[in-house]
Nanobody, 118 residues
Framework: QVQLVESGGGLVQPGGTLRLSCAAS??????MGWFRQAPGKEREFVAR????????YYADSVKGRFTISRDNAENTGYLQMNSLKPDDTAVYYC?????????????WGQGTQVTVSS
């Protein structure tokens, strides 16, 4: 089992920045990802990082604005969000999985709210 705790959400103006954190504990995992779900919409993939190599992948909607990273020593992942837009408003979830690749993710955090509004 892997426990994930997100933090860092909040209210920010358009064009602003936020950094989300995801503290992991318990078993080891191979990859960590960030997802988001806006009101009335399905949950969507945002970004993922391969824990050992640091290899990253992004959704087109956030490419160039968001950066996913990890601190292996602290067992914590991050999502740096720049140039935020109102469309980025959502609950953001951290996920982790022991498999190198899978469509599904085994472990999820509780989510943190991000609101982009003036």
């Amino acid at each position: 089992q892997v426990q994930l705790v997100e933090s860092g959400g909040g209210l920010v103006q358009p064009g602003g920045t936020l950094r989300l954190s995801c503290a992991a504990s318990g078993s080891t995992f191979s990859r960590m990802g960030w997802f988001r779900q806006a009101p009335g919409k399905e949950r969507e993939f945002v970004a993922r990082v391969i824990w050992n190599s640091g290899s990253t992948y992004y959704a087109d909607s956030v490419k160039g604005r968001f950066t996913i990273s990890r601190d292996n020593a602290e067992n914590t992942g991050y999502l740096q969000m720049n140039s935020l837009k109102p469309d980025d408003t959502a609950v953001y979830y951290c996920a982790a999985d022991p498999r190198a690749w899978s469509v599904t993710w085994a472990y999820w955090g509780q989510g943190t709210q991000v609101t982009v509004s003036s």
